[in-house]
């Protein structure tokens, strides 16, 4: 008996009077029922096999077509499983032709470089949840450029990207595939982040704070990576300190003053206007003064150990303005499910 009809009816699964073009345990089946059966596989207890149960066999069981001698509707059109239903064929099935084309270099081989990111995505625990980022995420156009060599697979590429959280996840699966070497994500953020900080300051302070952020916050927070160090309420300090010293200039500015001109009483006044700035400005007023950029500048004292509450309240600034360069997991189950993971990659 031919598992297909054509008629409308009433669905024998959820009762609505619908077009139903299947038979499934011996019910007319509408197609939203239908496409429930396809996407909610069992193991047969006739073959012990992981299919979709529609028929009954000769036990009065439900079971697969194979066990049933129905024809196999459900199975896919490339390889007949039926456990990851995607359309006519399976989802891995498809997601391996897609990721091929996705990763592939001009001789339309999946890239060598590029090679373990394939086997990652194939093993994704559900390819739908891949699929899904393929087609709602910028992600992938990075993959794609850089197996086409239009994007160097490099640390440094990422640098010329965009920083939201497509570059980010793609950068970390990367790495934990082992395409690039282990890095520090925040960390690497930093260097983009400033680029964002120094394009709209007139050059003069942009030359100052590159320079500053440079010597003085970048290399001390790659030495602490370097030595295991390196925690988040660093790199958080150090960005606090870079943007505490972009505000002193701009206030410089707007009362006529530069870096150079601007005397002790300047100071003393924006450090009654902001109370407690300047000991996240100490690193920064220090350095000014020991390159020849001030005229020597004198800061408070402060008690050794202690932390300004502005300090802490730049620092919890900083935090927040940057929260959508926060890490993102990447495990392979990198994908468990379409909602979680394509809103963190998109």
Same mark, same amino acid.
Not at 192 to 197: G, H, S
């Given at each position: 008996m031919?598992?297909?009809?054509?008629?409308?009816?009433?669905?024998?699964?959820? $009762?609505?009077y619908?077009?139903?073009?299947r038979?499934?345990?011996?019910?007319?089946?509408?197609?939203?029922?239908?496409l429930?059966?396809?996407?909610?596989?069992?193991? =047969?207890?006739? =073959? /012990?096999?992981?299919?979709?149960l529609?028929?009954?066999?000769? %036990?009065?069981?439900?079971?697969?077509?194979?066990? @049933?001698?129905?024809?196999?509707?459900y $199975? =896919?059109a490339?390889?007949?499983?039926? %456990?990851s239903?995607? /359309? @006519?064929?399976?989802?891995?099935?498809?997601?391996?032709?897609?990721?091929?084309?996705?990763?592939? %270099?001009?001789?339309g081989?999946? *890239?060598?470089?590029?090679?373990?990111v394939? &086997?990652?995505?194939?093993?994704?625990r559900?390819?739908?949840?891949?699929?899904?980022?393929?087609?709602h995420?910028?992600?992938?156009?990075?993959?794609?450029?850089?197996?086409?060599?239009?994007?160097?697979?490099?640390?440094?590429?990422?640098?010329?990207?965009?920083?939201?959280?497509?570059?980010?996840?793609?950068?970390?699966? !990367?790495?934990?595939?082992?395409? !690039?070497?282990?890095?520090?994500?925040?960390?690497?953020?930093?260097t983009?982040?400033?680029?964002?900080?120094l *394009?709209?300051?007139?050059? %003069?302070?942009?030359?100052?704070?590159?320079?500053?952020?440079?010597w003085?916050?970048?290399?001390?927070?790659?030495?602490?990576?370097?030595?295991?160090?390196l925690?988040?309420?660093?790199?958080?300090?150090?960005?606090?300190?870079?943007? +505490?010293?972009?505000?002193?200039?701009?206030?410089?500015?707007?009362?006529?003053?530069?870096?150079? +001109?601007? /005397?002790?009483?300047?100071? &003393?006044l924006?450090?009654?206007?902001?109370? $407690? *700035?300047g000991?996240?400005?100490?690193r920064?007023?220090?350095?000014?003064? *020991?390159?020849?950029? +001030?005229? $020597? !500048?004198?800061?408070?004292?402060?008690?050794?150990?202690?932390?300004?509450?502005?300090f802490l309240?730049? @620092?919890?600034?900083?935090?927040?303005? =940057?929260?959508?360069?926060?890490?993102?997991?990447?495990?392979?189950?990198?994908?468990?499910?379409?909602?979680?993971?394509c809103?963190?990659?998109?």
């Open positions: 031919s598992p297909e009809i054509k008629e409308r009816s009433v669905c024998g699964h959820c $009762g609505e619908k077009r139903c073009a038979l499934i345990l011996a019910k007319p089946a509408c197609e939203v029922c239908t429930r059966f396809a996407r909610a596989p069992k193991t =047969c207890p006739g =073959c /012990g096999a992981v299919k979709v529609a028929f009954y066999d000769s %036990d009065g069981r439900p079971a697969c077509a194979a066990c @049933t001698g129905a024809k196999p509707v $199975g =896919c490339t390889c007949g499983r039926e %456990d239903h995607f /359309g @006519t064929r399976c989802g891995p099935c498809v997601l391996s032709e897609r990721a091929t084309a996705l990763l592939s %270099d001009e001789t081989q999946v *890239r060598p470089e590029l090679q373990p394939f &086997e990652a995505l194939m093993a994704a559900r390819p739908r949840s891949v699929l899904y980022w393929f087609h995420s910028s992600g992938p156009e990075i993959l794609r450029a850089m197996a086409r060599g239009e994007i160097e697979i490099s640390h440094s590429a990422f640098e010329h990207l965009p920083q939201d959280k497509a570059a980010i996840f793609v950068h970390e699966l !990367l790495a934990t595939v082992g395409v !690039l070497s282990p890095f520090n994500a925040r960390l690497e953020q930093v983009p982040w400033l680029k964002e900080v *394009r709209p300051l007139p050059n %003069d302070q942009a030359e100052i704070i590159a320079r500053f952020a440079k003085q916050i970048v290399r001390r927070l790659r030495n602490q990576d370097h030595r295991g160090v925690t988040p309420s660093s790199i958080e300090g150090g960005r606090a300190e870079i943007i +505490t010293a972009v505000r002193l200039l701009a206030w410089l500015s707007a009362h006529g003053k530069t870096l150079a +001109t601007a /005397g002790q009483a300047d100071l &003393e924006y450090l009654v206007s902001y109370p $407690g *700035r000991q996240v400005l100490f920064f007023i220090t350095w000014a003064n *020991r390159i020849k950029l +001030t005229s $020597g !500048l004198e800061l408070p004292k402060w008690r050794c150990g202690r932390r300004s509450s502005s309240t730049a @620092t919890a600034g900083v935090r927040s303005s =940057c929260s959508s360069m926060t890490r993102a997991s990447v495990s392979m189950s990198v994908f468990p499910d379409c909602s979680c993971s809103s963190h990659s998109r």
